[in-house]
């Protein structure tokens, strides 16, 4: 270490004006500022970006899913939870009579859309504001994972 850098003094000059550079350049320069003010102005996410889920529907309205818990055996929060039922159709083996999900445990990892064979689940909603003022309606069930529309407020 040279005498200058021992005394410190020119480090801590340095510092300081790199300081003053970020303090200047945020005042008169808000407008390049990376700070997104939310909730008005909401972030724009990739499109890869994992959302909440939702399951797919057949064209007859009914769940894609045939119950085979691949899903659930991939989740490694423990957090899906399907009752299998047979399926009046003799070409469908099974299907989902429950499908619950408890958001609150979920880490958003995607394993449970990367597991599924017939691509039945998706998290491309693209909601990742989810509000709710009581915890049990963070496990939400079949109908809501098809048909929700209601955006984040459980
Ligand atoms: S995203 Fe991950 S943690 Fe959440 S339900 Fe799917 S597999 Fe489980
Ligand atoms: S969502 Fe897919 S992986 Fe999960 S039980 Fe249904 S078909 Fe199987």
Same mark, same amino acid.
């Given at each position: 270490?040279?005498?200058?850098?021992?005394?410190?003094?020119?480090?801590?000059?340095?510092?300081?004006?790199?300081?003053?550079?970020?303090?200047?350049?945020?005042?008169?320069?808000?407008?390049?500022?990376?700070?997104?003010?939310?909730?008005?102005?909401?972030?724009?996410?990739?499109?890869?970006?994992?959302?909440?889920?939702?399951?797919?529907?057949? !064209?007859?309205?009914?769940? *894609? /899913? %045939?119950? +085979?818990?691949? #899903?659930?055996?991939? @989740? &490694?929060? =423990?957090? $899906?939870?399907?009752?299998?039922?047979?399926?009046?159709?003799?070409?469908?083996?099974?299907?989902?009579?429950?499908? !619950?999900?408890?958001?609150? *445990? /979920? %880490?958003? +990892?995607?394993? #449970?859309?990367?597991? @599924? &064979?017939? =691509?039945? $689940?998706?998290?491309?909603?693209?909601?990742?504001?989810?509000?709710?003022?009581?915890?049990?309606?963070?496990?939400? !069930?079949?109908?809501?994972?098809?048909?929700?529309?209601?955006?984040?407020?459980?």
């Amino acid at each position: 270490m040279s005498l200058g850098e021992r005394v410190y003094v020119g480090e801590v000059l340095r510092g300081l004006l790199i300081t003053i550079r970020h303090l200047l350049r945020n005042i008169f320069a808000m407008k390049d500022m990376p700070t997104v003010q939310y909730p008005e102005e909401k972030p724009r996410y990739s499109d890869r970006f994992r959302g909440r889920h939702r399951l797919m529907k057949r !064209d007859d309205g009914s769940p *894609r /899913c %045939v119950a +085979c818990m691949m #899903c659930s055996t991939a @989740c &490694p929060a =423990d957090c $899906i939870h399907i009752t299998a039922a047979e399926h009046p159709d003799p070409t469908i083996e099974k299907y989902p009579e429950r499908f !619950d999900i408890d958001l609150l *445990r /979920c %880490v958003y +990892c995607g394993l #449970c859309e990367e597991a @599924c &064979p017939c =691509d039945a $689940i998706r998290m491309d909603t693209g909601i990742y504001e989810i509000v709710a003022d009581a915890r049990e309606k963070f496990f939400v !069930d079949k109908d809501f994972l098809l048909n929700d529309e209601t955006r984040g407020t459980l």
